[in-house]
């Protein structure tokens, strides 16, 4: 069973960059390879919401707010990452890493799309 354990989380002034980083164990580098890999995040007293998501070959991505947040990925090290800049109070929330059930699509916009979900990495934006 895919572990996921996401890293980079910390308490920043708006305006900062974070580099958040997702380590996937119990995966072989093939296998990794193939898995639509993505990001949601859970704001204060909110559902959590889709952030972004990357093909397994890094190749194809989706966003939910491409303006500030970049995601990529390392195969070699079953790494995923998502980079924000422009930090705002409002980007405040626990971010979770997450693997899709399907490895033939980035659409994993919805709860019931993901299979793996990581324990989340708190960010906290301050004004």
């Known amino acids: 069973q895919v572990q996921l354990t996401e890293s980079g989380g910390g308490m920043v002034q708006a305006g900062a960059s974070l580099r958040l980083s997702c380590s996937a164990s119990?995966?072989?580098?093939?296998?990794?390879?193939?898995?639509?890999m993505g990001w949601y995040r859970q704001p204060p007293g909110k559902e959590r919401q889709f952030v972004a998501a990357?093909?397994?070959?890094?190749?194809t991505t989706r966003y939910s707010r491409k303006a500030r947040f970049t995601v990529s990925r390392n195969n070699d090290r079953n790494t995923v990452y998502l980079q924000m800049i422009n930090l705002q109070p409002e980007d405040t929330a626990v971010y979770f890493c997450?693997?899709?059930?399907?490895?033939?699509?980035?659409?994993?916009?919805?709860?019931?799309?993901?299979?793996?979900w990581g324990e989340g990495t708190q960010v906290t934006v301050s004004q």
């Open positions: 997450v693997k899709g059930r399907r490895s033939d699509s980035v659409i994993i916009d919805t709860p019931d799309t993901i299979e793996v």
């Open positions: 119990g995966r072989s580098f093939i296998d990794y390879s193939r898995d639509v």
């Open positions: 990357i093909s397994g070959d890094g190749t």
